[in-house]
């Protein structure tokens, strides 16, 4: 016999049916009645079994409970290999359609109980697990409004990586205070197995644009960077210990790949502000450096200039420091304190419209106020010495009263000892703001030389130098002037054939 429909299960021919407990009918031929129904259910009616050859393999079974075909009800009698398309298989691959809903105490388990998916409340779905591996083929998408990772243990620093690997990885760390779960700190941190420079760089990118990014020697800015906030300020700090070299550094760099050229601009500070109530800005003054010649690996003269502004949006040079030491100011000066400096240099400018000084100042006992020009004496000072004359040598006592000094005006010309061994002394007075720094004395053979200061009000000769020789520059212990100090230099003749020229005294400014 071979049940057909709901079940396809061949048994043995059944040649005859013995009517028994809950059966009727029977024989070779005929209907076979099961009845389902006992003695306290007896409504149930009865179930058939019916063939049209009951002997033959290819006979039909059915079941039936009061004209309802039952087939299908009782399916779960039989191994699961002979069940139908809609059923579950525990082993089996199987493709599920339709909607399924779990039961809200239901866990869907993966190898133990440790790891399981479940939905506590409605609308929710939790994941458990040790380690969650997402691994597509291409990409995994989240849509959703909010993303949040929380890890409520103390320590528990929660991290993300992007990369390929442990050693190849972007990082972003929440550090949370020592045995708490208080955020402290937030780390951006990359890592990178390469030893070439700048691997595991940063790079911000706008619209595909890029802006700024950050490189092992430090952030490279592409725009422009604005703090708008109340008080801002920018500062640099450099923590290196300090030095004559150190300090902060603002940097204005011009680099297109090639050498500057002459009048080019190296860089420029701009000072500006708000001229209305619409966001207008104007730049009210600037500094800016310029190439004072065409630059290369030996000439890199550079210019400051200095604009102001006057009236509407009219910019103007007002000052320029140039590559020759040079100050140009393109306006009037005016000076509330002292001036000073060397007198050798060079003051010019447009007598007419000078102004004059608020007190009137004393140059080299010349009272000045800016409103003429003065004469001031020299004092036989030609730049940078003071002239000493013939006249300016006294001889010491050494010759007696008899024999003194001449200046033979013939030649040999100078001045001649009256005898052979004896002291000539050069007497010269050194101008207010000055001091001596080094004495030639100019004769026809290299005598002995050495200088000294003396006083007015006081006896007394200290030496100011160790000895040298005339025709040499001799390097003085600085004399600075005083109101009572002068300058004596002494010069030892050997033979009354010596002749003395002269000589002049190195003076600065103290």
Request: aromatic share 6%.
């Amino acid at each position: 016999m071979k049940l057909i429909g709901a079940f396809d299960v061949s048994l043995a021919d059944i040649t005859s049916v013995v009517a028994g407990t809950n059966l009727s009918g029977g024989g070779t031929t005929g209907a076979v009645t099961i009845n389902l129904a006992d003695a306290s259910t007896s409504a149930k009616g009865a179930a058939s079994f019916s063939s049209d050859n009951f002997a033959a393999s290819s006979g039909a079974i059915t079941i039936k409970d009061g004209g309802v075909d039952l087939t299908a009800e009782v399916t779960g009698i039989l191994p699961s290999a002979n069940m139908d398309g809609d059923t579950a298989h525990l082993t089996t691959a199987q493709t599920f359609t339709g909607s399924k809903t779990m039961a809200t105490d239901v866990k869907l388990n993966f190898r133990d109980a440790n790891s399981y998916i479940h939905s506590k409340t409605a609308n929710d779905l939790d994941i458990f697990a040790t380690d969650i591996v997402l691994d597509a083929a291409t990409s995994v998408k989240i849509e959703t409004s909010d993303l949040t990772m929380y890890d409520p243990v103390n320590d528990g620093n929660p991290t993300i990586s992007l990369g390929s690997s442990a050693t190849n990885r972007f990082e972003i760390k929440t550090a949370y205070n020592s045995g708490a779960q208080t955020l402290d700190e937030v780390y951006f941190n990359t890592y990178t197995a390469s030893g070439g420079g700048n691997d595991g760089r940063y790079i911000w990118q706008v619209d595909e644009v890029e802006l700024a990014r950050l490189l092992d020697d430090g952030l490279n800015v592409t725009g422009y960077i604005a703090n708008s906030d109340t008080g801002a300020f920018f500062q640099t700090i450099n923590k290196t210990l300090s030095s004559a070299t150190e300090g902060g550094k603002l940097k204005l760099i011009c680099d297109d790949g090639a050498a500057m050229a002459d009048d080019h601009r190296l860089g420029v500070i701009e000072f500006s502000g708000a001229e209305d109530g619409d966001a207008n800005r104007q730049t009210g003054a600037r500094i800016q450096a310029m190439c004072d010649a065409a630059w290369s690996a030996s000439e890199n003269g550079t210019r400051l200039e200095f604009y102001t502004m006057d009236g509407n949006a009219a910019s103007e040079l007002s000052l320029t420091l140039d590559s020759d030491l040079l100050a140009t100011f393109a306006g009037a000066v005016t000076v509330t304190g002292t001036i000073t400096g060397n007198v050798t240099g060079d003051l010019t400018g447009n007598a007419d419209t000078a102004t004059v000084l608020a007190a009137t100042r004393a140059i080299n006992g010349v009272n000045f106020n800016g409103s003429a020009a003065i004469t001031i004496p020299t004092n036989r000072v030609y730049g940078t010495y003071i002239k000493l004359l013939p006249n300016d040598f006294l001889p010491n006592e050494d010759g007696g009263t008899s024999k003194g000094v001449h200046l033979d005006d013939t030649a040999p010309t100078g001045l001649k000892p009256g005898i052979a061994a004896m002291e000539l002394v050069a007497i010269q007075d050194i101008p207010e703001g000055f001091k001596a720094t080094h004495v030639d004395i100019y004769a026809s053979t290299n005598l002995v030389i050495q200088a000294y200061e003396m006083d007015i009000d006081a006896s007394g000769i200290t030496s100011r130098s160790s000895a040298g020789n005339a025709n040499t520059t001799l390097d003085i212990t600085d004399v600075a002037a005083t109101d009572s100090n002068f300058l004596a230099i002494i010069v030892t003749t050997t033979a009354t054939s010596n002749r003395v020229w002269g000589g002049r005294i190195t003076i600065a400014p103290q």
